[in-house]
């Protein structure tokens, strides 16, 4: 009976394993789309047009097309968007935004590499 049961426990572990490390790989992805939102935001609430359109380009190159990332985009974007313009706080510039978006890029890069054409 042990034995069964030492079996069914290292079948399970061993099919876990793949699918523990695709969640933790997702949840990096989403927290790097979230943050790529965040200056998205700041970048459409500063009319840093050219800024908010690289966290465009690079959303959707790199984010996985499903709800949830968009979603977690979306609303990083709104959330910044209006913590920018309710702050009356001075924008960062765009020099500043444009940094910030090139060390996400990295980011991305390594988390949610680009998929190859077929």
Do not use: W
Not at 27 to 32: E, F, P, S, Y
Not at 100 to 107: V, Y
């Amino acid at each position: 009976m042990k034995s069964n049961s030492l079996v069914r426990l290292l079948a399970i572990a061993v099919l876990s394993a793949p699918t523990l490390g695709l969640a933790t790989d997702a949840d990096a992805g989403l927290a790097v789309v979230r943050t790529l939102g965040t200056v998205n935001g700041q970048a459409l609430a500063c009319s840093e047009m050219g800024v908010a359109a690289r966290a465009r380009q690079l959303m959707l190159a790199h984010a996985p097309k499903t709800p949830r990332f968009g979603a977690a985009y979306e609303e990083a974007t709104n959330e910044a968007f209006n913590a920018q313009t309710g702050s009356g706080k001075p924008c960062a510039n765009a020099t500043e935004l444009a940094a910030r978006i090139n060390e996400l890029a990295l980011r991305l890069g390594e988390t949610l590499p680009v998929a190859p054409r077929q």
